[in-house]
Nanobody, 131 residues
Framework: QVQLVESGGGSVQAGGSLTLSCVAS????????MGWFRQTPGKEREGVAA????????YYADSVKGRFTISRDNALITMYLQMSTLKPEDTAMYYC????????????????????????WGQGTQVTVSS
């Protein structure tokens, strides 16, 4: 059983930076998908970044490309989301998630992550960006 615990959320002004961390316990295999999602009240959970746990494939939503960086440590214990040049529209509850398999196709593993394809979730951490 995989358990995920996020940390690192907070309040920042527009243009600022935050780094979210997700500590994983349990078994996560080397090529499954892990990712970061965010959700605001009344909206669906949006996948913003995802990667295979071996780091071979990385995806970013257009809304965060060039500003967010997803990464993980070599022990596959901690996944990070480095967020810079934050905008008020980045305000959301952020969740890390893991799938029990590799999602997608060769050349596009973990692309366009969908919440319903991920099996394990953290409790979420709030990010608030003020203008």
């Amino acid at each position: 059983q995989v358990q995920l615990v996020e940390s690192g959320g907070g309040s920042v002004q527009a243009g600022g930076s935050l780094t979210l961390s997700c500590v994983a316990s349990g078994v996560i295999y080397g090529r499954n998908c892990m990712g970061w999602f965010r959700q605001t009240p009344g909206k669906e959970r949006e996948g913003v970044a995802a990667m295979t746990t071996d780091g071979g494939s990385i995806y970013y939503a257009d809304s965060v490309k060039g500003r967010f960086t997803i990464s993980r440590d070599n022990a596959l214990i901690t996944m990070y989301l480095q967020m810079s040049t934050l905008k008020p529209e980045d305000t959301a509850m952020y969740y890390c998630a893991a799938a029990d398999r590799r999602l997608g196709y060769p050349g596009s593993w973990c692309y366009y992550p969908r919440a319903d394809e991920y099996n394990y979730w953290g409790q979420g951490t709030q990010v608030t960006v003020s203008s």
